[in-house]
Protein backbone atom coordinates (compact mmCIF):
# COMPACT_ATOMS: atom_id res chain seq x y z
CA UNK A 1 0.00 0.00 0.00
CA UNK A 2 1.58 3.43 -0.91
CA UNK A 3 2.22 5.74 2.01
CA UNK A 4 -0.11 9.09 1.71
CA UNK A 5 2.37 11.10 3.65
CA UNK A 6 -0.38 11.09 6.22
CA UNK A 7 -2.84 13.15 4.12
CA UNK A 8 -6.58 12.50 3.75
CA UNK A 9 -8.47 13.13 0.86
CA UNK A 10 -11.74 14.05 1.93
CA UNK A 11 -13.42 14.78 -1.07
CA UNK A 12 -12.32 14.74 -5.24
CA UNK A 13 -13.99 16.72 -8.02
CA UNK A 14 -13.40 16.82 -11.67
CA UNK A 15 -13.20 20.96 -12.26
CA UNK A 16 -12.10 20.03 -16.15
CA UNK A 17 -11.47 17.80 -18.16
CA UNK A 18 -10.29 17.30 -22.11
CA UNK A 19 -8.59 14.42 -24.12
CA UNK A 20 -5.52 15.49 -23.32
CA UNK A 21 -5.94 16.29 -19.52
CA UNK A 22 -8.09 16.13 -16.39
CA UNK A 23 -7.43 18.86 -13.70
CA UNK A 24 -9.11 17.16 -10.03
CA UNK A 25 -9.71 19.21 -7.01
CA UNK A 26 -9.21 17.65 -3.53
CA UNK A 27 -10.60 18.95 -0.47
CA UNK A 28 -7.40 17.26 2.02
CA UNK A 29 -6.60 17.31 5.52
CA UNK A 30 -2.80 17.62 6.04
CA UNK A 31 -0.31 15.55 8.73
CA UNK A 32 -0.78 18.31 11.08
CA UNK A 33 -5.04 17.88 11.03
CA UNK A 34 -5.43 21.56 8.85
CA UNK A 35 -7.43 20.92 6.12
CA UNK A 36 -6.71 22.46 2.34
CA UNK A 37 -7.50 22.65 -1.57
CA UNK A 38 -4.95 20.59 -3.60
CA UNK A 39 -4.91 20.90 -7.53
CA UNK A 40 -3.93 17.96 -9.48
CA UNK A 41 -3.18 17.77 -13.29
CA UNK A 42 -3.79 14.50 -14.39
CA UNK A 43 -2.21 13.15 -17.28
CA UNK A 44 -1.10 10.08 -19.40
CA UNK A 45 2.21 8.67 -19.26
CA UNK A 46 4.54 10.13 -21.84
CA UNK A 47 7.81 9.42 -23.66
CA UNK A 48 11.08 10.98 -24.15
CA UNK A 49 13.65 9.48 -26.61
CA UNK A 50 17.24 10.19 -26.83
CA UNK A 51 18.32 9.32 -30.96
CA UNK A 52 21.84 8.84 -30.44
CA UNK A 53 23.72 8.50 -33.62
CA UNK A 54 26.85 6.34 -33.77
CA UNK A 55 28.65 9.38 -34.39
CA UNK A 56 27.36 10.63 -30.97
CA UNK A 57 24.93 12.96 -32.53
CA UNK A 58 21.68 13.89 -30.97
CA UNK A 59 18.46 14.27 -32.72
CA UNK A 60 16.08 17.29 -31.72
CA UNK A 61 13.01 18.86 -32.60
CA UNK A 62 12.34 22.59 -32.38
CA UNK A 63 9.01 23.78 -32.85
CA UNK A 64 6.62 26.64 -31.36
CA UNK A 65 5.19 25.80 -27.60
CA UNK A 66 1.87 27.76 -27.51
CA UNK A 67 1.95 28.17 -23.15
CA UNK A 68 5.37 29.76 -23.48
CA UNK A 69 4.93 31.45 -26.48
CA UNK A 70 8.12 30.33 -28.08
CA UNK A 71 9.76 28.19 -30.52
CA UNK A 72 12.04 25.45 -28.32
CA UNK A 73 14.41 22.68 -28.89
CA UNK A 74 13.80 19.34 -27.62
CA UNK A 75 14.30 15.93 -27.89
CA UNK A 76 11.72 14.10 -29.49
CA UNK A 77 8.82 13.21 -26.63
CA UNK A 78 4.79 12.84 -26.34
CA UNK A 79 1.94 10.35 -25.03
CA UNK A 80 -1.22 8.74 -27.12
CA UNK A 81 -3.82 9.48 -26.14
CA UNK A 82 -6.10 7.35 -28.39
CA UNK A 83 -3.77 4.26 -27.60
CA UNK A 84 -4.23 3.69 -23.67
CA UNK A 85 -3.23 -0.05 -24.65
CA UNK A 86 -0.08 1.28 -26.34
CA UNK A 87 3.48 0.48 -24.23
CA UNK A 88 5.83 3.16 -23.47
CA UNK A 89 7.85 1.47 -25.92
CA UNK A 90 5.61 1.41 -28.61
CA UNK A 91 4.98 4.88 -28.16
CA UNK A 92 8.60 6.10 -27.80
CA UNK A 93 9.34 4.11 -31.66
CA UNK A 94 6.18 5.48 -32.62
CA UNK A 95 7.18 9.22 -31.43
CA UNK A 96 10.68 8.79 -32.71
CA UNK A 97 9.56 7.90 -36.44
CA UNK A 98 6.23 10.29 -36.18
CA UNK A 99 8.48 13.70 -35.21
CA UNK A 100 11.74 13.16 -36.82
CA UNK A 101 11.87 10.05 -39.40
CA UNK A 102 13.86 7.83 -37.43
CA UNK A 103 13.78 3.68 -36.84
CA UNK A 104 15.94 2.36 -33.92
CA UNK A 105 17.43 -0.53 -34.29
CA UNK A 106 17.69 -0.81 -30.14
CA UNK A 107 15.01 1.50 -28.55
CA UNK A 108 16.22 0.71 -23.98
CA UNK A 109 14.07 1.93 -21.62
CA UNK A 110 16.67 3.68 -19.28
CA UNK A 111 14.36 5.52 -16.20
CA UNK A 112 10.68 6.47 -15.36
CA UNK A 113 11.14 10.31 -14.23
CA UNK A 114 7.86 12.91 -12.66
CA UNK A 115 7.75 15.86 -14.43
CA UNK A 116 6.16 17.76 -11.93
CA UNK A 117 5.19 15.51 -9.09
CA UNK A 118 4.28 18.84 -7.00
CA UNK A 119 0.96 19.52 -9.34
CA UNK A 120 1.18 16.38 -11.59
CA UNK A 121 1.04 12.99 -11.77
CA UNK A 122 2.27 12.44 -14.97
CA UNK A 123 5.43 10.22 -15.58
CA UNK A 124 7.56 9.86 -18.50
CA UNK A 125 9.81 6.86 -19.72
CA UNK A 126 12.78 7.93 -20.74
CA UNK A 127 14.15 5.79 -24.22
CA UNK A 128 18.02 5.64 -25.17
CA UNK A 129 17.34 4.75 -28.92
CA UNK A 130 20.48 3.43 -31.08
CA UNK A 131 21.31 1.83 -34.40
CA UNK A 132 19.17 4.59 -36.00
CA UNK A 133 17.89 4.39 -39.81
CA UNK A 134 16.29 7.12 -41.77
CA UNK A 135 12.57 7.08 -42.63
CA UNK A 136 9.70 9.51 -43.22
CA UNK A 137 8.54 11.69 -40.92
CA UNK A 138 4.46 11.46 -40.12
CA UNK A 139 3.86 14.44 -37.89
CA UNK A 140 0.47 15.48 -36.35
CA UNK A 141 -1.57 18.76 -37.87
CA UNK A 142 -0.28 20.36 -34.57
CA UNK A 143 3.35 19.46 -35.12
CA UNK A 144 3.58 20.88 -39.10
CA UNK A 145 5.87 23.54 -37.82
CA UNK A 146 8.20 21.28 -36.29
CA UNK A 147 12.08 21.13 -37.33
CA UNK A 148 14.10 18.25 -36.58
CA UNK A 149 18.11 18.59 -36.86
CA UNK A 150 21.08 16.44 -35.85
CA UNK A 151 23.43 17.97 -33.67
CA UNK A 152 26.95 16.75 -32.13
CA UNK A 153 26.79 15.70 -28.52
CA UNK A 154 29.00 18.41 -27.93
CA UNK A 155 26.65 21.15 -28.90
CA UNK A 156 23.79 19.50 -27.94
CA UNK A 157 25.57 20.23 -24.12
CA UNK A 158 26.42 23.64 -25.01
CA UNK A 159 23.48 24.47 -25.59
CA UNK A 160 22.08 22.77 -22.38
CA UNK A 161 24.73 25.21 -20.53
CA UNK A 162 24.19 28.08 -22.42
CA UNK A 163 20.34 28.41 -22.12
CA UNK A 164 19.79 27.51 -25.69
CA UNK A 165 17.44 24.50 -24.55
CA UNK A 166 15.68 25.30 -22.03
CA UNK A 167 13.06 22.04 -21.88
CA UNK A 168 14.15 20.53 -18.18
CA UNK A 169 12.70 16.78 -19.55
CA UNK A 170 15.50 17.28 -22.40
CA UNK A 171 18.11 18.92 -19.76
CA UNK A 172 17.26 16.09 -17.25
CA UNK A 173 16.86 13.47 -19.94
CA UNK A 174 20.40 14.58 -21.37
CA UNK A 175 21.95 14.67 -17.87
CA UNK A 176 20.56 11.58 -16.46
CA UNK A 177 22.27 9.58 -19.88
CA UNK A 178 25.11 11.63 -19.09
CA UNK A 179 25.81 10.58 -15.19
CA UNK A 180 24.59 6.92 -16.65
CA UNK A 181 27.42 6.56 -19.04
CA UNK A 182 24.89 5.92 -21.91
CA UNK A 183 26.50 8.97 -23.33
Not at 48 to 68: I, K, M, N
Request: proline content about 5%.
Amino acid sequence: MPDNGGFTTLSSRIAYENRWLRLREDIIRRPDGSDGLYGVVERDDFVVVVALGEDRSVTLVEQFRYPVGQRLWELPMGMWEERPDATPGDIAAGELAEETGLIAGTMTHVATLFQGPGYSNQKGHLFLATGLTGATHDREPSEQDMIARTFPLADVEAMIRDGGITCMVTIAAIGLLRLKGLI
